[in-house]
């Protein structure tokens, strides 16, 4: 028995030194591992509601001097200049081949809690932040987020009308390498104002060569724009076809492979769109997979007609 004894000593050492729990209060330093581990893994597809948001997140609870130990303190004045009070816990977290998402209750006592997310690199470098979801509206909807596995996280409100019919407003978000958030995703069945289409690119320079309107009618067209680089063009692809029934819509830069071709690729994104000019058209054939953009039952296939542009008014010479 004696003999046994510094064997269950090591033991019971053992055991308690695995229990330990993890100091994420921030008053000392942490471990990126040791923060990075307090966040379950989630996988895509995933949903939650305004009306369980507090349910979703796990029992841990991570200081504020923690938090902002690896993300920057001006992302949570987004959301709360209270930050004294905020009480943070880590809802899960979706790993990527480039990036990880981190999702996040913030919560002030008695106020309010936002679900956000929060993107890091894969060396765990901060890259974005955004703000998903309120736990207190004040309107009759049902606010949700679906997530799926590029991910795109998919903002919805909805409510049943006065006529028992659905009503709602989508709006889909994706991260990309930009470094920010952008809009893939607007829909709605409400008011025409907020069914409205919406270009993100209308007012930039359109100086080079296939800048320009390219149309088929005004909920069928391409824009595309200038940037600092001759051969590339940012563009913003609506379509809406089968009566409506059908939509696309598609933000991103077209890189130039040839003198009339291009394509679209963009890291951590199926999607790859093939360009071809042709005197005044631009023709679109979807190579990837593109449905994160779009209806399942139509594609990025389309050929629309450059539209030209007003002639400015020359001032008269003075005699």
């Not at 795109?152 to 709602?168: A, P, R």
């Not at 991260?175 to 995703?185: A, H, K, L, P, W």
């Not at 824009?223 to 590339?232: C, F």
């Not at 990837?288 to 450059?306: A, E, L, M, V, Y």
């Amino acid at each position: 028995m004696k003999k046994c004894l510094p064997w269950l000593l090591l033991l019971f050492i053992g055991w308690g030194c695995k229990d330990k729990k993890v100091d994420l209060s921030g008053e000392a330093p942490v471990k990126i591992s040791d923060f990075i581990a307090a966040f379950p893994k989630i996988t895509p597809a995933y949903t939650v509601a305004d009306t369980n948001l507090l349910k979703a997140a796990d029992t841990v609870t991570i200081g504020y001097k923690a938090l902002i130990q690896f993300v920057p303190d001006s992302t949570i004045k987004q959301v709360t200049n209270n930050a004294k009070k905020l009480v943070i816990h880590p809802v899960g977290i979706i790993e990527k081949e480039k990036e990880n998402y981190l999702l996040v209750n913030l919560t002030v006592p008695r106020k309010n809690t936002h679900l956000a997310v929060f993107v890091l690199d894969k060396k765990n470098k901060y890259l974005a932040f955004k703000s998903l979801l309120n736990e207190k509206n004040n309107d009759d909807y049902l606010h949700s987020v679906s997530i799926n596995r590029e991910p795109t996280f998919l903002i919805s409100k909805e409510k049943m009308g006065k006529d028992n019919s659905l009503k709602f407003s989508r709006t889909g978000w994706v991260y990309t390498s930009t470094g920010e958030f952008m809009i893939v995703v607007n829909d709605s069945n409400e008011d025409p104002s907020r069914s409205a289409i919406i270009n993100p690119i209308d007012t930039l320079p359109r100086k080079n060569k296939f800048s320009g309107e390219y149309v088929q009618d005004k909920k069928n067209f391409i824009s595309i724009r200038d940037t600092r680089k001759t051969n590339v063009y940012q563009f913003f692809i609506h379509f809406e076809k089968n009566g409506g029934n059908c939509t696309g819509e598609l933000k991103g830069e077209m890189t130039m492979q040839s003198a009339n071709t291009a394509v679209f690729k963009e890291n951590g994104d199926p999607c790859i769109i093939d360009f071809r000019f042709d005197g005044n058209e631009i023709t679109l054939k979807e190579q990837g997979s593109c449905g994160n953009h779009r209806g399942i039952k139509c594609f990025f296939d389309d050929t629309f007609i450059k539209k030209r542009e007003p002639r400015t008014a020359k001032k008269k010479k003075s005699t």
